[in-house]
């Protein structure tokens, strides 16, 4: 173990972390208001990678005019998924919402193997991010290097938004109490949209980055991923946006490092999200920076 | 004889304070009432005595046990049933059913005896069924018992609920505003029960706007008001406390 | 005629009618006098799927829990009996690379053993997931099972002297009868039955429809969760076992998560709270795969060749009828009711009037 493999790892996990929280943020956003699981927010990860893949090498854009194509198809996308999938059951029984959810990630899932077959895309070679640079005897790529930094600059977008905005008065109002917050005249469909439109966008760049370290693109790369930063999301504390990215950061250093320290284990590297997950459930179930809900009876 | 007590009981949540060193004391075999305006705190003093909420501070005592803090089916087997302020019977199942399954809690039979439907668990299920059949009919439901819950009418589905707690065999029924929203055939069939209850030696704790019920039926009164005792009596003496009138009516209306 | 029928007597009858009827159409399947192996093997895995649907149904419908775990506890039954049936002296074939674990590598079982023994161990892996998940609102148990169906697959994979990796398990003995298959179907469908229509069955259903006041009453919410859960699992685990039999093979990529959506599509399609309407989803859903495989290959009509059908049109057009539903019709075929001979003739009885008026009407 030397020490340039050590901070090499540890830039990794760091990296991967970020990835994490990106996505955990939004699936900690969409359960706070809505209660319910964006099983399909993984597979929009997904969409979006392939949107990149098209805007790009099909239709030969600029990497940031496909950028901005991707955030906006991305948006788009999870707007028409919530308007399609999650709207018309909001007052229909818990389960078939979640049906619905696990129903829709189903279907994109199947979509993209249908549309572009199974057979695993490479994501484009964006040069000014996967440019390798030398750090402190450490090689490591741009994409590597900006990924933990987009995350914060994200982060703190996500909680100004949030904290300073009047829409994100109105989410904190919904997310604590769904009922008053209507009768107090705020206007829940676009609190949702906003939120899923928050979420996408993050969901779109967590993807370039990703791509950019693993440029294997294929229907089911969502999957894992999408549970790993639900589990995230747990971890820090479902609702808590700060929370997501610090389960994020938690999650994707343990997994770094179990590789690191036990490569014979590498296999079960996946099955580390869910020892946390049982492990945070047993003891502290609101997660490290959640808070205890109460319902009234 | 005490059956309950209520010993400096605060219950928080975050910066609000829904009770306020509580003591309340309820005689056995007595009816009890619970008084005061909406928010004072009455519900939360029904969750707190069932266990849906554990209480920041102070205890409660039922029989000479502390159950403080005992989750809800705990405290349910103990003896404590209640009914809710907010109807919360099983819906999409039968009148029948939903006594049965307040039958449950005393079953001994496990899973697998009653899955192979050996002969002892038969003997329980017919038990439970005569049982259930016996109270629905003596509160005016046996009529309806393949009925689906939701679609009876409203005072129908209130006076659901009170057997369903007495088929728990409870001691302790807590009533949480029964007769809310009945009209008056309702309303007199209610106080019927209720007097019967008593005259099993089952004891009552009630909260209820409708004063007229109080005044029937109640042996006590406790007025709560943002949280905290205001005043405790037989109901004439709360009726007539100008404190009490103040409480509900507020301080300018109070000359009457 | 159909009024007459609705009585008590004629319907045990009409039910014994239909069970001899049911019985002489399998065993002139099994003896091969009509049909070929293609739909013994279509209805032997309709049994299999009622079972693990059913099962699913029990956690689902029934109690209110959000599971997706049946493909992990499938895998568990099905890695069972393939461990275990496969007669010694084949193992070393299976296990060319790293050899079989040395204490497995001497027991042979009896199939009904190994496969009781794959449901009892489903079951464990079940408890051992619901202690910390179910303790807790239910949501999480999604993700959990969701979570568990990946990981076990992992294990497999990984384990390889255990479970022979992603080489898989041959040679497993097959079944000599169609009657195993259905045989267990029937007999787990009515130990599922038996314990929905008990004190347990209607505490589990209370459940579904108000945690709270279900505490209230009594029920120890987290006990009775875990019970049906475990007991979902643990028929689960025997599907998984059959399953292995009938395919004579296992391996890692039979059991991914996404198994679990042909049960979840069943159990909704024949009515979350009905066990009758999942046993007709099930054959419904499992024929109509193999019919859908139609979709996959190109289509020419009239000498066109018509773009969409190609590989993988199946699975979508499969998952655009699970949206449609759940969003449209997420009672399914039969809601929270059961099949019943009432239903049937209720059904003759609302066509009757109808065709009365028509003659009516011609009659100028």
């Not at chain 1, 900690?28 to 208001?33: K, W």
């Not at chain 2, 009919?137 to 309806?144: E, P, R, V, Y």
């Not at chain 3, 003995?173 to 009515?190: E, H, N, Q, R, Y």
Request: with cysteine; aromatic share 10%.
């Amino acid at each position: 173990m030397t020490i340039e493999l050590f901070m090499q790892q540890l830039a990794n996990g760091i990296s991967i972390g970020s990835l994490y929280a990106l996505l955990g943020i939004g699936y900690t956003m969409v359960y706070g208001i809505l209660r319910l699981i964006n099983f399909a927010h993984g597979d929009i990860f997904m969409m979006a990678s392939y949107f990149m893949v098209f805007s790009v090498i099909n239709f030969n854009l600029p990497w940031y005019a496909a950028t901005v194509v991707v955030i906006i198809a991305s948006v788009a996308l999870g707007v028409l998924l919530e308007k399609t999938a999650y709207r018309p059951l909001r007052n229909a029984p818990r389960m078939s919402i979640m049906i619905s959810a696990i129903g829709a990630s189903f279907l994109l899932e199947n979509l993209a193997t249908y549309l572009f077959t199974g057979v695993p895309k490479g994501f484009p070679d964006i040069k000014i991010l996967t440019r390798a640079v030398n750090l402190w005897g450490v090689s490591l790529s741009v994409a590597t290097i900006i990924t933990p930094f987009t995350t914060l600059i994200l982060l703190y977008v996500v909680l100004f938004i949030t904290n300073k905005t009047k829409i994100g008065m109105a989410m904190r109002a919904v997310s604590k109490d769904f009922e008053t917050a209507k009768l107090m005249g705020i206007n829940i469909n676009k609190v949702i949209s906003t939120t899923f439109i928050i979420g996408s966008s993050l969901a779109a760049i967590g993807a370039m980055l990703w791509g950019s370290k693993y440029p294997s693109v294929y229907p089911l790369m969502g999957v894992m991923p999408g549970l790993k930063c639900f589990i995230a999301a747990v971890l820090g504390g479902i609702g808590n946006t700060t929370g997501a990215v610090l389960g994020g950061f938690i999650l994707g250093m343990a997994e770094i490092m179990l590789v690191t320290f036990l490569p014979s284990l590498t296999g079960y590297r996946d099955a580390i999200a869910f020892i946390i997950l049982i492990v945070i459930l047993l003891v502290k179930p609101t997660g490290l920076l959640g808070e205890k809900v109460t319902d009234k009876v | 004889m005490s059956i309950l007590q209520i010993n400096n009981v605060t219950m928080q949540f975050g910066g609000v304070t829904a009770v306020n060193n509580l003591n309340i004391e309820v005689q056995e075999g007595k009816i009890e009432a619970l008084i005061g305006p909406n928010g004072a705190g009455k519900t939360t003093a029904f969750n707190i005595i069932t266990g849906v909420y554990s209480p920041t501070k102070g205890n409660v005592i039922y029989k000479g046990e502390n159950i403080t803090g005992l989750t809800p089916d705990k405290i349910t087997k103990k003896g404590i049933a209640r009914t809710f302020q907010n109807i919360r019977l099983f819906k999409n199942l039968t009148v029948l059913d939903n006594i049965l399954i307040a039958n449950h809690l005393r079953i001994n039979s496990g899973f697998l005896s009653c899955t192979l439907r050996l002969p002892w668990s038969n003997r329980e299920e017919r038990h439970m069924l005569e049982k259930s059949e016996m109270l629905l009919d003596k509160l005016g439901l046996l009529g309806l018992k393949n009925e689906i819950a939701h679609s009876l009418p409203y005072g129908e589905q209130r006076r659901l609920e009170i057997a369903r707690a007495l088929a728990t065999d409870a001691k302790l029924l807590l009533l949480d505003e029964p007769a809310a929203g009945m009209n008056r055939e309702e309303f007199n069939f209610l106080q019927d029960i209720i007097l019967n209850v008593k005259q099993q030696g089952i004891t009552i704790l009630l909260v209820e706007h409708t004063m007229e019920l109080v005044e029937a039926v109640v042996d006590h009164c406790v007025v709560l008001n943002y949280g905290q005792k205001l005043t405790e009596g037989p109901f004439c003496d709360c009726e007539s406390d100008p404190r009490v009138i103040e409480a509900y009516l507020g301080k300018e209306e109070a000359e009457c | 005629m159909i009024d007459k029928l609705n009585n008590k007597k004629n319907k045990i009858y009409l039910n014994i009618l239909l069970a001899v009827i049911f019985a002489i159409i399998i065993i002139l399947l099994d003896t091969e006098r009509i049909g070929d192996n293609y739909i013994r093997r279509i209805l032997n895995l309709s049994a299999i799927y009622t079972i693990v649907s059913v099962s699913m149904n029990l956690v689902n419908g029934f109690t209110g829990l959000f599971s997706l775990g049946q493909a992990g506890f499938m895998a568990v039954g099905a890695y069972t009996v393939a461990i275990f049936t496969v007669p010694l002296a084949e193992r070393a074939k299976i296990f060319y690379i790293i050899p079989q674990n040395p204490v497995l590598a001497q027991i042979e079982l009896p199939f009904v053993i190994a496969l009781i023994l794959g449901g009892l161990l489903a079951a464990l892996v079940a408890i051992l997931i619901g202690l910390p998940v179910l303790r807790l609102k239910s949501d999480y148990l999604a993700i959990a099972t969701l979570g568990f169906s990946e990981i076990i697959r992992i294990v497999f994979t990984n384990a390889k002297s255990i479970t022979n990796g992603a080489l898989g398990i041959n040679r497993i003995p097959p079944m000599p009868t169609m009657w195993v298959f259905f045989g267990v179907a029937i007999l787990s469908v009515l130990l599922i039955w038996l314990l929905i229509n008990s004190s347990y069955g209607r505490a589990f259903k209370a459940i579904r429809e108000d945690e709270v006041a279900a505490e209230a009453m009594g029920i120890n919410l987290f006990k009775h969760k875990v019970m049906s859960f475990a007991v979902g699992a643990f028929f689960a685990g025997i599907g998984g076992g059959l399953y292995a039999s009938l395919l004579a093979s296992v391996d890692p990529k039979q059991f991914y998560f996404t198994v679990t959506y042909n049960f979840l599509l069943i159990i909704v399609l024949g009515g979350m709270g009905s066990i009758s309407g999942t046993v007709i989803a099930a054959f419904v859903v499992t024929s109509g795969l193999e019919v859908l495989r139609f979709f996959d290959e190109p289509l020419t009509l009239l000498g066109v060749n018509i773009p969409l059908f190609r590989p993988g049109f199946r699975m979508v057009i499969f998952s655009l009828l699970l949206m449609i539903l759940v969003l449209f019709f997420r009672n399914g075929l039969l809601g929270q009711k059961e099949m019943s001979w009432k239903l049937i003739f209720d059904c003759f009885n609302k066509k009757k009037p109808r065709k009365k008026t028509d003659k009516g009407g011609t009659a100028q």
